[in-house]
DNA sequence: TCCCTTTGTGGAACGGGTTCCACAGCCCGG
DNA sequence: CCGGGCTGTGGAACCCGTTCCACAAAGGGA
């Protein structure tokens, strides 16, 4: 049996086609006697609409290409979660794009692929902005930046100042030596992030303004060796300098491999060791790890709310959501 | 200025629409001198067709979808491209969907997103199609399986049996005890691979064959850290047990992490300690690093073949396209 | 030379939505 | 009670390719 079309849920329902697309694309100018009979014959007959037929009428191709770092975190699955419900309730489609490497990139914008055919753009992490300026890349879609900012075009970030200020506020009131590791941003100019420099800047900012010293050198890249090599470095000299001491990890994954470690060396954390990670990632709760956390889905939807304004007509300057970090205490400091 | 349409292209030409359809689409019967004017036309006007107006024309969505762990490996960043160049001689795009977790792999599939849109699934290294019999997922679109196979479905995949055989068959020549260290297959029941397993039964039976004892009980996770420490523990064993020695790591994930450890400990690589890899990764040529090389973008190539003749209409039985690995040695073994 | 195939080509019909114009019915003010 | 405007609705035109049918021209065999 064929699909059923917008003709037959038309006739099913006694009214003409435009009227079903009306219904369907929350028009208001539709009486709700009328609206219900459609939306019976359409459920009746099961139908969906025809995407590509939706495209080519509209003229626009309804989809959203989605740019990605490449980690697995729950962090990009829930940011995903809430730009997808906002797309989703505005019938637009998403494509991701995973920012494997430099020439994928280049190529998943400057040719005919989907990421090109898309009515609009979302940047996840990284600011590839500045590629449109340089002209390497020649997309013109509307662009929102989500977990970046700058202030040329739309954003959706938490405020990662802030957050390293609570850190910074409540790791003051500690005793004992303070510490904080770091996140070097990639390797690759392109794919940078202010994320880790903003951490750093509130969290130093707010110690140093408690007139506490803080021994701020030790960081590590996003790998879970290179976090477990620092953080024991880290404890080497806290050891040394003598216990208690605090440490500010700019991310769970470092808070992470500073436990292990702790947990290693039979000191007690939360005493000897007190630990504040940053983003709240699952375990954190199982862990006991006091830390930040990030409002990552509304992050998202907001992100694609800016979007969709954009793609509606919206012509203003560039706006930006900003969204506050909590800090959730539990026992690890 | 408007896009120019086919239309406009067969007016410029002089031809007709159809006669322009047929260029594109590569239909053999078109002579060559028409054929030269509306590729003339086509190049003078800057004409690109509309993908959207060409799905539904067509009938289908002339979008593939590649299912494909989250990993920042080379690997992936090659199978795409041989994926991505063969689907884009058939006029294909190719829409990527990481396998963030569960959900969003239920999501991507089950609902009315791009991936069930799409044409064909491509389906890299995890086989999901076990999910499909459950009912577990709905789709019924042609599949083919890459970096994995399963009798049921078309694959194209690289012979890890025979590739774990060369390791094992050069490794039984080398002097000293030999050790094996695997990959541990993933946690979660859904995305798992056999690719690890295979390497492990063609190395075993060729050493055993070769009257060789083995020391195969280690193991390590896809993390540098858990790579790291297994790394250590069996040079541990190695240096309590005496020196020289062999080990074949069936990641070079693995044998990069050994080569470390070994080097940590001031042994020397292909003396001391005997290192085989497997993949091939581009450090490995730089780092000195005997392991097996995999034809990744004819893998994908040929996954991407398989699809598109499933597409055209073939009905035969499942095929597989089989790909022999090769042992490339350098210094370290 | 004539008729019957091929071969190559033009163009209408078609796919399934959206949009816009026209019109019916209603409400309201004068 | 009538005319003007507003609201809600039907449906034709349109978006832009692909496909298929019809037909002209060229080639081949008798």
Redesign the interface.
């Known amino acids: 049996m064929r699909k059923p079309t917008i003709q037959d849920v038309a006739r099913q329902a006694g009214v003409g086609v435009g009227t079903v697309s009306r219904v369907l694309n929350n028009h208001v100018a539709v009486k709700g006697a009328t609206r219900e009979s459609v939306l019976k014959a359409i459920s009746d007959l099961e139908y969906?609409p025809?995407?590509?037929?939706r495209?080519?009428a509209g003229g626009k191709?309804y989809?959203i290409s989605v740019l990605?770092p490449?980690?697995?975190t729950e962090f990009?699955?829930r940011l995903?979660d809430g730009l997808?419900s906002a797309f989703q309730e505005a019938r637009y489609?998403?494509?991701?794009?995973?920012l494997?490497?430099r020439s994928?990139l280049e190529?998943y914008l400057g040719s005919?692929?989907?990421a090109y055919?898309a009515d609009g753009l979302v940047m996840a992490t990284y600011n590839l902005t500045q590629m449109f300026h340089e002209r390497r890349l020649r997309t013109q879609q509307p662009t929102v930046l989500v977990d970046a900012y700058a202030d040329n075009v739309d954003s959706s970030f938490m405020d990662n100042v802030a957050g390293g200020r609570l850190a910074g506020e409540y790791a003051a009131k500690l005793p004992g030596q303070l510490y904080a590791v770091w996140v070097e941003t990639e390797l690759d100019q392109l794919f940078t992030t202010r994320v880790f420099e903003d951490r750093r800047s509130g969290f130093m900012s707010e110690v140093q303004a408690a007139g506490r010293s803080v021994r701020a050198e030790y960081t590590s890249s996003f790998?879970?060796?290179?976090?477990?090599n620092t953080a024991a470095t880290l404890l080497d000299d806290a050891q040394a300098a003598g216990l208690p001491c605090t440490v500010f990890a700019s991310a769970d994954m470092l808070a992470g491999?500073l436990l292990d470690e702790v947990r290693l060396r039979g000191l007690r954390i939360g005493q000897d060791v007190r630990v504040i990670g940053f983003d709240d990632q699952p375990w954190a709760a199982e862990r006991g790890l006091t830390t930040l956390h990030q409002p990552v889905e509304s992050m998202g939807y907001e992100a694609a709310q800016l979007l969709l304004s954009r793609l509606n007509g919206y012509k203003g300057p560039p706006r930006a959501r900003r969204f506050e970090p909590r800090l959730i205490v539990r026992g690890s400091a």
Chains 1, 2 share one sequence.
Do not use: C, G, K, M
């Open positions: 969906t025809n995407p590509h037929a495209r080519i191709s989809t990605l490449v980690l697995t990009y699955v995903l997808e489609d998403v494509a991701i794009f995973p494997l490497d994928r190529r005919h692929t989907l055919q790998d879970s060796l290179a976090a477990r491999a």
